[in-house]
T-cell receptor
Framework: RKEVEQDPGPFNVPEGATVAFNCTYS??????FFWYRQDCRKEPKLLMS???SGNEDGRFTAQLNRASQYISLLIRDSKLSDSATYLC???????????????FGQGTTLQVKP | DVKVTQSSRYLVKRTGEKVFLECVQD?????MFWYRQDPGLGLRLIYF???????EKGDIPEGYSVSREKKERFSLILESASTNQTSMYLC???????????????FGAGSRLTVL
């Protein structure tokens, strides 16, 4: 089983739609969670961290469910510019050998259509 | 703005050639990483370094080596390039664990390597 799993998609949605992605992780000791965004032929960039209580940044909402070991990203009122690949990122079990290491999911591709 | 600069955006090399990929960051970050990204496989960690002259193997270190002689520079070396090393290589850096922004990676623009 992969440590971090995402549905690769693509998710094709019309402008204005609400779309949600889930990501599951296998290590219950994981402590920190993030969503990164990667545009076509570009490097990944941090979109938002995911906090235990859930957090929102404009049209984007991230949630964590520790009991079921998944995180989610909800995008409301999709824009054409939201088209990208969204990477779920998890920190491994804390320990000196894992300092700073992150585990990336394969990414979910979103295509927002006019 | 944190900046991570990779020396080459596109390289074409022949099988057996030695390849150097250079990465420089200007934010005094302790941690530096080399990933490769392939369709269907996502980002895979090759090597990382948390201090000058320190290095740790990632998930796929075979066929690669690294060098960190200065804090700001982390080099990836392919001693004898092979066709299965054709990929997008991404360098990243982050501050020390426990500091502000720890666990947040800043990536370079990537180096697309083709080995013929």
């Amino acid at each position: 089983r992969k440590e971090v799993e995402q549905d690769p998609g693509p998710f094709n949605v019309p402008e204005g739609a609400t779309v949600a992605f889930n990501c599951t992780y296998s290590n219950s000791a994981s402590q920190s969670f993030f969503w990164y965004r990667q545009d076509c032929r570009k490097e990944p960039k941090l979109l938002m961290s995911v906090y235990s209580s859930g957090n929102e940044d404009g049209r984007f909402t991230a949630q964590l469910n520790r009991a079921s070991q998944y995180i989610s990203l909800l995008i409301r009122d999709s824009k054409l510019s939201d088209s990208a690949t969204y990477l779920c990122v998890v920190t491994p079990t804390p320990g000196s050998s894992n300092t700073g290491k992150l585990i990336f999911g394969q990414g979910t591709t979103l295509q927002v259509k006019p | 703005d944190v900046k991570v600069t990779q020396s080459s955006r596109y390289l074409v090399k022949r099988t057996g050639e030695k390849v150097f990929l250079e990465c420089v960051q200007d934010m005094d970050h302790e941690n530096m990483f080399w990933y490769r990204q392939d369709p269907g496989l996502g980002l895979r960690l090759i090597y990382f370094s948390y201090d000058v002259k320190m290095k740790e193997k990632g998930d796929i270190p075979e066929g690669y080596s690294v060098s960190r002689e200065k804090k700001e520079r982390f080099s990836l070396i392919l001693e004898s390039a092979s066709t299965n090393q054709t990929s997008m290589y991404l360098c990243a850096s982050s501050p020390l664990a426990g500091s502000s922004g720890a666990n947040v990676l800043t990536f370079g623009a990537g180096s697309r390597l083709t080995v013929l």
